[in-house]
């Protein structure tokens, strides 16, 4: 379901950055918990466009290859590299069936990534190929619908988003479907909302420890656009949330 999806977007999902919470909440947030990357090697996992992989290269990633489930994703990534050539190598790849690497990486990054693995099988095969694809002691960052999210946010959508159950359940949680109020064609995905129980059993049971759930906040330049009334409501009630550990 999510290849079709994103074949279906293309470079269209980077229009997704400009939208108030991504721009002021996902992206300061992942970065901040992502931290210096000065000379690391980075593998960024379901890399969509390239954004991530983008950002890292430019704050001194070593180097940085993006591995994506969509064709057309990977085919929109090539295409900004070849516009703006930073070095970043990107390649098609199912998580779930990932290649043997040839290297090992001290980064890996899943921003919207374990959440489209389909049952608990999936995710933890997707979590045994991300582990060994790190250096001992590396870190895996995680960015997805916060696990118990009660859909409560009255006024998500002047963040530049809508959030609702599908009513469907499978194994490892709800479905949702996220729609970007994109300008002029809105843009919708369906995807999960794995448990918080599902994560850290498909983590710990591929090695990874120490993780911690991290919150999403709004950086300052959010503040100072919007002001901190116009962001209180996404405080109290936040959709999304970050996980970081290490293999």
């Known amino acids: 379901m999510s290849v079709q999806q994103y074949d279906a977007i293309g470079e269209a999902f980077e229009g997704f950055k400009s939208l108030p919470l991504i721009r002021y909440g996902e992206v300061p947030s ?15 996992l379901a890399c969509g466009t390239g954004f991530y992989s983008r950002e890292l290269k430019r704050r001194g990633a070593a180097d940085v290859l993006g591995i994506d489930i969509s064709v057309e994703m990977i085919a929109a990534a090539r295409e900004i590299e070849r516009r703006d050539p930073l070095g970043v190598h ?9 290649r043997p690497l040839d290297r090992r990486f001290d980064i890996a990054l899943g921003v919207q990534c374990l959440n489209y693995a389909e049952d608990i099988a999936t995710m933890k095969r997707m979590c045994r190929n991300i582990h060994e694809s790190l250096v001992p002691g590396g870190e895996f960052f995680v960015f997805a619908q916060k696990p118990d999210y009660e859909f409560d946010c009255l006024s998500l959508e002047k963040y530049g988003f809508r959030c609702e159950p599908t009513g469907e359940e499978i194994e490892t949680g709800p479905r949702v479907r996220v729609t970007a109020l994109l300008d002029p064609q809105p843009i919708s995905i369906v995807g999960g909302a794995p448990r918080r129980e599902v994560y850290e059993e498909c983590l710990r049971s591929t090695g990874f420890s ?35 550990c290490r293999a």
């Open 30 to 44: 992942f970065l901040g918990m992502v931290g210096d990357v000065t000379g690391k090697e980075v593998l960024d």
């Open 210 to 244: 120490e993780l911690t759930w991290v919150p999403l906040t709004v950086s300052e330049a959010g503040i100072r656009e919007f002001g901190a009334d116009f962001w209180a409501d996404l405080l109290d009630h936040p959709p999304l949330e970050m996980l970081r």
């Open 90 to 98: 990107y390649e098609v790849g199912d998580v779930a069936e990932l």
